[in-house]
Nanobody, 125 residues
Framework: QVQLVESGGGLVQAGGSLRLSCAAS????????MGWFRRAPGKEREFVAI????????GYTDSVKGRFTISRDNAKNMLYLQMNSLKPDDTAVYYC??????????????????WGQGTQVTVSS
């Protein structure tokens, strides 16, 4: 099992920045990728960003490209999401997720194995 704990959410004005963190513990050697998802009020959970645990290769959903940066610190078992130029549409509960080796659609949250409890991000206009 892998345990994930997010932190760093909060309230910020439009145009501002926040940095989310996710601490991973347990059988972290089994992780191949980590990522961030979010669920806005009244909407389904959606993919935000992904990073391979070894090489650090990244991917983003189109709406956050150029504004969000995903990164990891393998030595500390930490995952980060730097969010800049935040918009009210970014308001959501943000979830950290981890997955074992898998060949398929990583944007589908049903294919991920481990989840954090979520952290609220609210962007005011």
């Amino acid at each position: 099992q892998v345990q994930l704990v997010e932190s760093g959410g909060g309230l910020v004005q439009a145009g501002g920045s926040l940095r989310l963190s996710c601490a991973a513990s347990g059988r972290t050697f089994s992780i191949s990728r980590m990522g961030w998802f979010r669920r806005a009020p009244g909407k389904e959970r959606e993919f935000v960003a992904i990073i391979t645990w070894g090489e650090g290769t990244t991917g983003y959903t189109d709406s956050v490209k150029g504004r969000f940066t995903i990164s990891r610190d393998n030595a500390k078992n930490m995952l980060y999401l730097q969010m800049n130029s935040l918009k009210p549409d970014d308001t959501a509960v943000y979830y950290c997720a981890a997955v074992r080796p898998y060949s398929g659609d990583y944007s589908d949250d049903r294919n991920w194995d481990y989840w954090g409890q979520g952290t609220q991000v609210t962007v005011s206009s």
